[in-house]
């Protein structure tokens, strides 16, 4: 039996009553965007890794509204077709055709690769890669991986103009094959970075405009 | 000496009981089958539940807009039943803490019920401010926990933020001290059981052996628990007046209020012991340890609050008269002469006039007569909170944007709702808890030792033999 | 070895009072009284010592007004201050109602855990009730035959002349 | 898991919402074509953590960034007034319009039902396509069936318009009335027939003159309520507003007097009003133009009636006040009643204002129909001389009484044609439907003043298959091409010539297109005849109006500023927006003096039955409506059109949920059925429960509860203009200085405190803001029975004080929105800091925080918050995009307040620092209130800056805050209104 650990005892179960409560009560932020690492197969096996990583594309290259809209957006099938017109299946495939053809003395066949004739299915182009009237053009319904709740305004305009990295809150999109959700996207998250960014503006010397923790600058 | 205090004062238990008779006395209803009667109160009261838990689900299901309020009036029923709720809660404590302190023996026979009807009432209570938010699925927000939103606390500056500690505050220590005291009583129920009953009433019962030592420390528990419910329950009511004391509503933004608040809360919560004390003197038996004795005092009691109710009033309608403030005065002859002075006067009616009545003997003596006029006290100070929310709501700075209220069906229901809760709560416990504080009650006995005078009692040992 | 412990059990308090005090005076080790309700005198003559529960209520409180004054200012004025009506980052005043409340509440569950805890009042406790009418109305006196120079006889004779209803061995002591 | 049943996602979004596009049976093209970036939420089994959600781009996006805003200008098409607009567009449609600055006539504002366009063009039930006899075909299925009777009508086709403004379509019509051989009745409703015809015979021009109001010095309208519906009511008000500047160093104020018959809001803006009954209107111009005749020296037109005691000597005040303001001043009459408008035009003459402030040498063409021609067509129609009729934009069979028996003639057209894109009464009738495309999604063009033309382009791709009247004009006379084509060519053959531009066509169209209007100085002026005495006299000695016998009274029928001739009715912002002097909303009602009424001994919301001569009556709840003359009850037109029963579902349900049509199944009651004139009142013994948004109509307090000294509540103030005269230009303060602070400075200016200015002296009531705000910020409609409840959502509120009677009536109208206090009341008291103060000094309700206590609104002394009682959907799934995607929807259980419009100053924000900037400029961010104002009474901006405009506002000595005694601070300061209660030359007040 403990001898005057009532007050121990006490405050012990108090504490424990309060942290179960608090971890009982933080399940409602769950729903709402912590998914981090969530990595949807997209319908198109696009490859970050291959034209942000290795062939070094800009990322605004295709997300062109993070500089000038709220949405980065995704990009139409125009954009892809700009490179795509020409390119219509990977390297190694190519290469193997034209040795294939020399082999058998004949011109190389074009190669279509299985991802691609998905781009060409949804803009309606037919095997020849022309326009075919008969085909109605279906754009491509990706899978969104960095969602907030609809009660969030978040504007890239800022951001980017800030100078963030995309892969601040992206995370290294260059390396993935698949994009994966990288921060967690929580209240806590964005407004300890606006803290933090907060106390760099407010620093002597700096340059960068005030940084605030308004709600309404994300909730209205 | 004690025979001569006997003489001087009348018995606090009638019938020369002894200790058994005690025992047998408070133990049979909760272990006999209940009676047709229990069955018919029970049947009732948890039909009103039903249809209240109907009516909350509804709104909770459909919106807030099944409710008569508007963009004007936006708090009515809801917090009047909170504010009456709560109040009904004040006397339990009252008896079982205050009067502890005072050593006012009397107490004995009814602060058992009335402990648990704080506990019922403030249960009451606390479902309104639930069920008023628009989003009660969100209400745990009220609390200060860690957080993923960076994290974000809560406003201390809020009276409501204020009431959720207020309320949970005193729900915990009502239910503690409620509990403490029924422990030796569960022993009893424990050792006179058997079967299921019995296992349950073990573990209910703590393992309570009356040793002396465990004796000592619970009367001492008793006691500080006593000396803090004591400024809880003032404080309680206080901050449920700061809703509105700290508001800028006329009518509302009042320094009067805790004082004002807490005395009604008294007024109201006596007069719903009455109620139900004169109800379950008659249904549970109780005739020899609810004597109108009890009775009297808490007429006593009612009279005296009720005057001190009538002196806020008046208090509160010379602040708006000498303040000077056109809107303070304003609110005050608009809910005297205003479209809702019917619930003015309702009010003062039930809570001012009505309890003169208890000056006079022979009302006191009447039982009919004190419950009718408790149960008129607590229509009186249910209007009390009706006319303070509502009708300073409805016409305040603003007169474009005054407005009226009237309840819809829904509100109605849930209002009976937490009647029904109360007295569905209120008979599970006169079936199933020891409705009198019986190891309080033989301590009063004649033959018991008084507190303190164990000289006598050792003097004596063989005056009952 | 443990000795066995008996029980004398009485009708009333006078006769519990007047016996024990005659038991101490043999040298009987009474180890518990058991009553319906507390009565006064015993604790005197057990040696039973003042509770400390009031300690604990006391560092309950205090720790509730400090935790809590702490925490609203902490959560107002530092973690994220935000305006809030114009009022001042640590609005004191606003404070005072939910740390009262804090104060009352740990104070409170303090003194109450305190009470289990030292009392050993829990739901599985181990402790089988004794059927001595101690929770109706019967005074059980508890002792145990210890090192006693008083014989069996002059020991019957104290019950006796007490008048108490019965003695009964209740088991072993536990220490 | 299904994040739809979270409660955080239940604030669900208008951003980028597509599903219920789909829902709303928008075809795949045109969902292609709107989504630039959309998401469907698709709830797959948890087979995933994350909800998967769909993100489409369109596939042709052309580099366009997905979500950026872009404006449109184009024209307004809510009335003939045309005003111009710009329409804000993101993702390829109008989420919000807003005046045109480059308008010379509009000038930047846009009234409630310019605003409320937007809703027009998201709805539903708009026809998709030609109808043919009630079936759906082709356009050439219903080309076919026209062109074949238009083959055969021969002289007996008949194209009834209303008043047709854009020179484009009147080209198209002569040809097509040229081809045919037929006739085009133009019709208006209200009927300016007596004006064109006292005009084109006193002056030899057929038209309304354009009156302008910036210059006058006196204004004297006689039941022309022209801030309110009456000709041009935008340019109108801008140009009211100009006149009168009481803030200049010498004040500039133009008097302002109305003499109408029923309370109107230029007559509530009045400074000297008139009340006189519609029988007396010619004996009150008689007087007055007797009176000027007496300063001029020359003898009276006309013989002069009695008048009721007092109105003539307030007539001769004005003839003085006229008279002294000779060639600037004007006298308008709205009466559509010869005498009256010939004593006016004589008054006009003899004051020397044609040719100033009175123009007919480029007169309005906003009002061009012909009573006369009206009659014939329907004498026409009556006896079968009608093969084809063609019916634009009139609801003819709901606008004129039943006795004249149009539903009859109109069955008698062998033909009948409408080109109404909603159900109405007319369309009801009509063997083909040809629906017209809303204004925002078609080419169109307008000249509702000579040489003031404004160019309409579509802001969408066409959400429903329509086709305008031009296009089904030169497609039935066998001219194919689009209303781009021909509108085109139009102004290329005949306006790019009146320019008087040297640029190419091209460049000169493209340039016009992007500013949306064009001044064509060569177009031809068309020069007055000198003023005809000889039919001058012919018209003054016309017969008298009926006067009404003792148990009659004289029935009014009003345009509502909301609804207009009805041809609103089925748009629910304007159905919902509180009528400006009634506050009721949802329904029309007979508004009696409250003397009438009392002597009718009936009560507001009593039904009482209006019963004509000719036997013809209608059912309408009464309402004592101060500034009604005894002898008259004024009823709005409009209402109880069929295609109303639509609203049946409009709203919550809930078991004590009540529809919002009303027992007929339609929204109110057709006035238009019983001619107007005199009418027996008699009470029904029924009565109903009128929706109002104000309960209490006076700033003084019930006089048996007002307190010693405290017997009104000055939140609406007001000044006499002698007063301000007297200071030298400056009105005595009414503000006292802030006190001392309690509390330490904890929270430092950071320089920027966002607030309002308003000018209650500007403001004119008109509600546009209101609407402006709703359009602005996803605020839903609520339906009749949410509003009787007392539970209307706007954001904005306009509250309207009545103080004294008859005429002396003074009117105020108070915007009041959330005033954005620093030491707000709200925010303290809400418990989980939903509602919390920025740095900008907005006060913020951050909606997925809140849970919904209400203490919120309970403690706020101005009672702006709103709470979410339900979730009130919207009664038609398109009209979810019209919804602003930059502003949360709220869910049930939230508060909402005005925002100040924190959407628009984070825009410019995000904008302003792109460029550079640290802060947005003052005037970069308009709030959907300050920017819609027609008469700038709102202004926006950073009061913490001296420089801004809203700063320099406030030091006015006419500024004040709201309830300043509560020292809440708040960021919203009024200036008095300020009028001009007497006579010139000084004198005491008489207020």
């Known amino acids: ?220 | 000496m004690t025979d001569a205090r006997h003489v001087l004062d009348e018995p606090l238990i009638g019938g020369a009981k002894s200790a058994a008779d005690v025992t047998s006395d408070v133990f049979a209803p909760i272990e006999r089958r209940a009676t047709a009667r229990w069955w018919a109160g029970f049947g009732v009261a948890a039909s009103l539940l039903l249809l209240g838990v109907a009516a909350v689900g509804y709104q909770v299901a459909t919106g807030i807009g099944t409710w008569g309020l508007n963009r004007t009036v936006g708090w009515a029923f809801d917090i009047t039943n909170f504010v009456f709720w709560v109040g009904i809660g004040h006397a339990g404590t009252l008896i079982s803490a205050v009067l502890l302190l005072f050593r006012q023996k009397w107490r004995t026979s009814i602060n058992r019920a009335a402990e648990a009807m704080t506990i019922f009432a403030v249960m009451c209570a606390g479902i309104f401010p639930l069920i008023h938010m628009g989003r009660p699925w969100l209400a745990h927000w009220v609390f200060p926990y860690p957080n993923l939103r960076g994290p974000l606390w809560v406003n201390w500056r809020s009276p409501l933020l204020w009431d959720v500690f207020a309320i949970g505050t005193y729900f915990t220590i009502s239910l503690l001290f409620w509990y403490v005291g029924l422990i030796p009583d569960l022993a009893t129920a424990r050792d006179r059981a058997r079967g299921l009953r019995r296992r349950v009433l073990e573990w209910m019962a703590l393992g309570w052996d009356g040793s002396a030592r465990t004796w000592a420390r619970h009367e001492t528990a008793c006691v500080l628990l006593a000396a803090l419910a004591t400024p809880l329950v003032v404080s309680v009511h206080s901050v449920v007046s700061t809703d509105f004391a700290t508001a800028v509503i006329p009518g509302w933004h009042a320094t009067l209020f805790p004082p004002y608040f807490v005395i009604g809360a008294v007024f109201s919560g006596f007069a719903m012991v009455l109620t139900l004390m004169l109800v379950a003197r008659k249904v549970m038996a109780f005739e020899d340890y609810i004597t109108p004795r009890h009775v009297g005092a808490m007429c006593k009691v009612l009279v005296f609050t009720g005057t001190l109710v009538a002196l806020a009033y008046l208090t509160e309608v010379f602040t708006a008269w000498y303040s000077a403030s056109p809107p303070e005065r304003f609110v005050f002859l608009n809910r005297a002469f205003g479209p809702m002075a019917w619930a003015f006067w309702t009010m003062v009616t039930c809570n001012v006039l009505a309890p003169q009545l208890l000056w006079f003997r022979r009302i006191r003596s009447s039982l009919p007569a004190v419950f009718v006029l408790s149960l008129v006290v607590n229509v009186g100070m249910w209007f009390e909170r009706f006319v303070i929310i509502v009708t300073s709501l409805t016409r305040d700075f603003v007169p474009s944007s005054w407005s009226s209220y009237a309840p819809t069906s829904i509100e109605i229901a849930t209002l009976l709702g937490s009647f029904g809760l109360f007295f569905t709560l209120f008979l599970l416990f006169c079936r199933f808890v020891p409705m009198l504080a019986a190891a309080e009650l033989k301590s009063v006995l004649p033959h018991g030792a008084p507190h303190g005078r164990h000289d006598d009692a050792t003097a004596g040992p063989g005056r009952n033999a | 070895m443990s000795a066995r412990v008996q029980a004398a059990v009485f009708a009333d308090e006078g006769r519990l009072l007047a016996a024990l005090s005659d038991a101490r005076a043999l040298g009987l080790d009474v180890v518990d009284v058991r009553s319906p309700y507390p009565v006064h005198g015993v604790d005197e003559l057990l040696g039973v010592r003042r509770s400390r529960l009031p300690l604990a209520c006391l560092v309950g409180g205090v720790t509730g007004l400090a935790g809590a004054l702490v925490f609203q200012a902490w959560t107002s004025a530092v973690d994220w201050p935000l305006d809030v009506g114009g009022k001042p980052w640590n609005s004191l005043p606003a404070f005072a109602p939910v740390a009262f409340e804090v104060t009352v509440l740990l104070a409170g569950l303090a003194t109450v855990f305190g009470l289990l805890v030292r009392s050993g009042l829990v739901p599985w406790s181990a402790r089988q009730p004794l059927d001595l009418g101690a929770t109706d109305d019967r005074f059980a006196l508890l002792f145990v035959r210890r090192d006693m120079r008083a014989s069996d006889a002059a020991l019957a004779d104290l019950w006796s002349r007490h008048g108490a209803s019965r003695v009964v061995d209740v088991g072993e002591e536990r220490r | 898991m299904s994040t739809d049943a979270l409660p955080d996602a239940e604030i669900a979004v208008a951003r980028d919402a597509l599903l219920p596009l789909q829902r709303a049976g928008v075809g795949r093209r045109t969902f292609l074509q709107l989504a630039g970036f959309g998401a469907a939420a698709a709830v797959l089994p948890a087979c995933s953590r994350a909800p998967d959600r769909h993100v489409v781009p369109r596939l042709d996006q052309g580099g366009e960034p997905v979500g950026a805003r872009y404006r449109i200008a184009t024209t307004c098409g809510g009335c003939e007034a045309r005003c111009g607009v710009l329409a804000t567009c993101r993702d390829g449609r109008p989420l919000k319009l807003e005046g045109n600055p480059e308008h010379a006539l509009s000038r930047g504002g846009l009234c409630a039902v310019g605003q409320a366009e937007l809703l027009g063009l998201y709805d539903g039930r708009r026809a998709d396509g030609p109808q043919v006899r009630g079936r759906t075909v082709t356009w050439d299925e219903a080309d076919a069936v026209v062109t074949q009777a238009l083959r055969e009508g021969g002289a007996g086709v008949r194209l009834l318009t209303r008043t047709v403004t854009s020179p484009s379509t009147r080209a198209w019509i002569d040809r097509f009335v040229r081809a045919t051989g037929g006739r085009h009745v133009e019709v208006d409703v209200p009927s300016y027939s007596a004006a064109l015809a006292v005009h084109e015979e006193l002056f030899g021009v057929r038209a309304v003159p354009q009156i302008r109001l910036a210059s006058v010095r006196v204004v004297a309208a006689f039941d022309a309520d022209f801030l309110g519906t009456w000709g041009s009511p935008v340019a109108f008000a801008r140009d009211w507003a100009e006149s009168r500047d009481p803030d200049a160093p010498t004040p500039r104020f133009a008097r302002h007097v109305q003499v109408e018959s029923h309370l109107t809001l230029s007559g509530s803006r009045a400074d000297i009003r008139i009340e006189v009954a519609p029988h007396e209107l010619r004996a009150a111009l008689a007087a007055l133009c007797a009176a000027l005749a007496g300063h001029a020296s020359r003898p009276a037109p006309t013989g002069t009636a009695a008048l009721a005691p007092g109105v003539g000597a307030r007539l001769h005040k004005l003839a003085a006040a006229l008279w002294a303001a000779r060639g600037a001043s004007a006298v308008l009459c709205g009466a559509d009643d010869a005498p009256a408008q010939a004593l006016c035009a004589w008054a006009n003459h003899l004051l020397g204002n044609y040719g100033a402030t009175v123009d007919l040498a480029r007169p309005a063409l906003h009002a061009r129909g012909d009573d006369a021609a009206l009659a014939q067509l329907l004498d026409d129609l009556g006896e079968g001389r009608v093969s084809v009729l063609i019916i634009d934009g009139v609801d003819l069979a709901a606008s004129l009484p039943d006795a004249r028996g149009v539903t009859a003639a109109l069955k008698r057209a062998a033909l009948c044609v409408s080109t109404s894109a909603l159900e109405d009464d007319t369309r009801a009738l009509a063997h083909v439907v040809v629906p017209a495309p809303h204004a925002l999604e078609c080419w169109d063009d307008a000249e509702p003043v000579v040489g003031h033309v404004s160019l309409a382009q579509p802001t969408v791709p066409a959400l429903r298959a329509g086709r305008s009247l031009r296009a089904s004009l030169a497609a039935w006379l066998g001219a194919r091409g689009d209303d781009f084509a021909l509108v085109r060519e139009h102004w290329s053959a005949e306006l790019h010539a009146l320019s008087g531009t040297g640029a190419p066509f091209d460049v000169w169209f493209d340039a016009v297109a992007r500013t949306g209007y064009v001044h064509l100085p060569r177009r031809a002026a068309q020069e007055p005849r000198p003023f005809d005495a000889a039919a001058f006299e012919r018209f003054v000695n016309a017969p008298a109006t009926p006067v009404p016998t003792s148990d009659t009274l004289t029935l009014v029928a009003y345009d509502s500023v909301a609804l207009r001739d009805g041809r609103h009715a089925q748009n629910p912002w304007l159905q919902e927006l509180p009528d400006p002097l009634t506050k009721v909303v949802w329904d029309n009602v007979a508004c009696l003096a409250p003397a009438t009424a009392a002597r009718l001994g009936v009560r507001p919301g009593d039904v009482v039955r209006l019963a004509a001569a000719d036997g013809s009556s209608v059912d309408l709840p009464a309402l004592a409506q101060p500034g009604t003359h005894p002898d008259v009850v004024a009823v709005a037109r409009g209402y109880g059109r069929r295609g109303t029963s639509r609203f049946a579902g409009i709203g919550p349900r809930w078991i004590e949920s009540r529809p919002t049509p009303g027992a007929d199944g339609v929204v109110g009651a057709r006035v238009e059925r019983i001619p107007p004139g005199p009418v027996h009142v008699v009470a029904t013994g029924r009565a109903t429960e009128i929706a109002t948004t104000q309960d209490h109509h006076r700033m003084e307090l019930p006089t048996h509860l007002a307190p010693r000294g405290g017997a009104v509540r000055d939140v609406a103030r007001a000044v006499a203009l002698a007063e301000i005269v007297a200071k030298g230009g400056g009105a005595p303060p009414h503000h006292a200085p802030p006190g001392a602070e309690l509390w330490p400075a904890d929270h430092a200016p950071r320089g920027v405190r966002w607030g309002l200015t308003i000018d209650l002296s500007a403001c004119i009531g008109c509600s546009a803001c209101a609407v402006a705000c709703q359009a602005e910020n996803c605020v839903p409609v609520v339906g009749r029975d949410e509003v009787r409840r007392h539970r209307e959502m706007t954001w904005l509120r306009i509250d309207r004080y009545f103080s004294g009677d008859g005429d002396d009536l003074s009117v105020e109208h108070q915007p009041l929105m959330c005033q954005h206090c620093a030491h707000a009341p709200c925010e303290t008291v809400c418990p989980v800091l939903a509602t919390v103060h920025s740095e900008d000094g907005l006060n913020q309700q951050v909606y997925n925080r809140c849970v919904g206590t209400r203490y919120c609104a309970n403690n706020c002394p101005y009672k702006v918050r709103r709470f979410n009682w339900f979730d009130y959907a919207p009664d038609d799934d398109l009209r979810r995009l019209a919804l602003n995607p930059d502003v949360t929807v709220r869910s049930r259980g939230v508060m909402e307040k005005c925002t100040l419009c924190v959407q628009r100053i984070a825009e410019a924000r995000i904008v302003a620092r792109g460029a550079g900037g640290a802060a947005p400029a003052d005037g970069a961010v308009r709030t959907a209130c300050e920017e819609s104002c027609p008469t700038q009474a709102i202004r926006f901006g950073n009061v913490e800056d001296p420089g801004s405009a809203v700063a320099r506002i406030a030091r006015s000595d006419r500024a004040y805050v709201v309830l300043g005694e509560l020292n809440v601070q708040p960021g919203v300061t009024y200036l008095s209104r300020v009028r001009d209660t007497e006579p010139q030359g000084g004198g005491a007040r008489d207020d």
């Open chain 1, 1 to 220: 039996m403990l001898t005057g650990g009532a007050p121990v005892a006490a405050f012990a179960l108090c504490a424990l009553a309060l942290g179960l409560a608090a971890v009982i009560a933080e399940s409602d932020v769950r729903p709402i965007g912590l998914h981090t690492g969530y990595e949807p197969v997209q319908p198109v096996r696009y490859s970050h890794r291959l034209h942000a990583g290795e062939l070094g594309m800009d990322c605004l290259a295709c997300h062109v509204g993070a500089e000038t809209s709220r949405h980065a957006g995704i990009p139409g099938a125009d954009v892809c077709m700009g490179c795509h017109a020409q390119v219509t299946a990977g390297f190694d495939a190519v290469l193997a055709e034209r040795e294939a053809a020399e082999a058998e003395g004949r011109e190389p066949r074009r190669i279509v690769s299985a991802e691609l004739r998905k781009l060409y299915d949804a803009v309606g182009l037919d095997a020849e890669l022309r326009p075919d009237p008969a085909r109605t053009p279906q754009p491509i319904a990706w899978l969104r991986v960095h969602d907030l709740p609809d009660f969030v305004y978040f504007d890239h305009r800022p951001h980017v103009a800030r100078g963030l990295a995309c892969q601040q809150c992206h995370g290294p999109v260059q390396t993935m094959e698949r994009v994966r959700q990288f921060a967690d996207l929580s209240m806590g998250w964005c407004v300890n970075c606006h803290r933090q960014s907060a106390a760099d503006a407010a620093a002597p010397g700096a340059a960068a405009p005030h940084v605030s923790t308004d709600c309404a600058r994300c909730h209205f």
